[in-house]
């Protein structure tokens, strides 16, 4: 996407988190310090202005594919709606070592955080393996736990990738065209663990969002932060219909399998959710 200038810079890039960050709260999709973001960036970018202090750390997975290239990503427990005050407070730029396995932390004086967020481990995952197996020179990703689309994965009928799609993609004429992949579902799983991790590389080689069931959410974007944050307010508003829906005693007729086959057609769009 970015592989010819005019690129963002870094000022551009601590912005968007900042305005992502804030968007995911408006949403309600991020209580207190919960929700993580992080921008892989794969071309040079001077961070040591902005974040002059550095010391060495050992990745919590390999990432060779990142050699040399700069993460952007938000410090353990700091809250996503007050990035956009201060970024360098609340976020550590990373610069991954030739090994892959080591890199540089670099931060700000005014850094309000110990550690990266706990979640680190799949947002480098998610990194390492788009950059290795499509080559992308640029990619956000966003954890965040949206209310209405975790309560549908604690229903045990919702949480099911064909399932779930067909309830929340029949809410809006645009929600065939804005996501058009649809979500995809992962079971429970530990946050942070590797088994979580595993499961969520492999989800989002096929879907731009998965749903970590009864947890929250992680999407992709290989064109800006605010770009990932759209997907999961696609996802959260077609969740929130369906929990209407439900509440109200599923009265409503959504559009039906017909009427979202023809907005994809008018539309052109491809999708295994269209009959
Ligand atoms: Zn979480």
Redesign the pocket.
């Known amino acids: 996407m970015y592989s010819t200038p005019p690129r963002p810079d870094l000022d551009e890039l601590l912005a968007s988190m900042g305005a992502a960050g804030a968007r995911i709260c408006e949403i309600d999709a991020s209580e207190a310090g919960?929700?993580n973001l992080s921008i892989y960036v794969g071309w040079d970018i001077e961070v040591r202005r902005r974040f002059p202090i550095a010391e060495g750390i050992v990745l919590p997975v390999p990432a060779p594919a990142l050699a040399g290239r700069t993460i952007l990503v938000t410090g353990s427990g700091r809250r996503l709606r007050q990035i956009h005050q201060d970024p360098e407070a609340n976020i550590g730029a990373l610069v991954v070592h030739d090994d892959g396995s080591t890199a540089t932390l670099h931060t700000s004086p005014r850094r309000l955080f110990d550690r990266l967020t706990s979640?680190f481990n799949s947002h480098l995952a998610v990194h390492q393996d788009q950059v290795a197996r499509r080559g992308v020179d640029f990619q956000a990703v966003v954890?965040a736990?949206p209310m209405n689309l975790t309560y549908l994965s604690h229903i045990p009928a919702y949480r099911d990738t064909a399932a779930i799609n067909a309830r929340i993609l029949r809410w809006e004429p645009e929600s065939i065209v804005s996501l058009s992949a649809g979500i995809g579902v992962l079971e429970f799983m530990i946050?942070g663990s590797a088994e979580l991790m595993a499961a969520n590389i492999e989800g989002l080689r096929e879907f731009e969002i998965v749903l970590w069931s009864k947890?929250?959410v992680m999407a992709r974007s290989d064109l800006s932060i605010t770009r990932a944050v759209d997907r999961v307010e696609y996802a959260e508003t077609g969740a929130r219909y369906e929990y209407m829906d439900l509440v109200a005693g599923g009265r409503a007729q959504g559009l039906t399998p017909e009427e979202i086959g023809a907005v994809a057609r008018e539309f052109d769009i491809d999708s295994r959710w269209v009959h």
Do not use: F, I, N, S
């Open positions: 919960a929700g979640e954890h736990q946050p947890h929250g």
